[in-house]
């Protein structure tokens, strides 16, 4: 029902900002909770950010609290990841999820885009 394009990932310095999109088509976007996890080879995905379907709502990993942002345009069916003071344990394929909530649950993911931070 809904197809994620992640986009914005690259390579980095410690300290550093990026700047993650994630495109979505399909479904109506608004109707959808969105949220960024990562994954590194040999670890499980973890929870990044969430945000809620007005945008009114986020949550947030304690590891990057302070530090990152998520947003979303609802016009442009965009969901956005701003990462701050980027440190190297950042470094991760980072993933979009949306989930669509009603009388059943709707998981969908993106491919995922690299996040390289060097030291």
């Known amino acids: 029902q809904v197809q994620l394009v992640e986009s914005g990932g690259g390579l980095v310095q410690a300290g550093g900002s990026l700047r993650l999109s994630c495109a979505a088509s399909?479904?109506?976007?608004?109707?959808?909770?969105m949220g960024w996890f990562r994954q590194t080879p040999g670890k499980e995905r973890e929870f990044v950010a969430a945000?809620?379907?007005?945008?009114?709502?986020?949550n947030y990993a304690d590891s990057v609290k302070g530090r990152f942002t998520i947003s979303r345009d609802n016009a442009k069916n965009t969901v956005y990841l701003r990462m701050n003071s980027l440190k190297p344990e950042d470094t991760a394929v980072y993933y979009c999820?949306?989930?669509?909530?009603?009388?059943?649950?709707?998981?969908?993911w993106g491919q995922g885009t690299q996040v390289t931070v060097s030291s």
């Open positions: 999820k949306a989930t669509l909530s009603s009388s059943r649950t709707y998981t969908y």
């Open positions: 945000i809620n379907r007005s945008g009114s709502s986020t």
């Open positions: 399909g479904r109506t976007f608004s109707s959808y909770s």
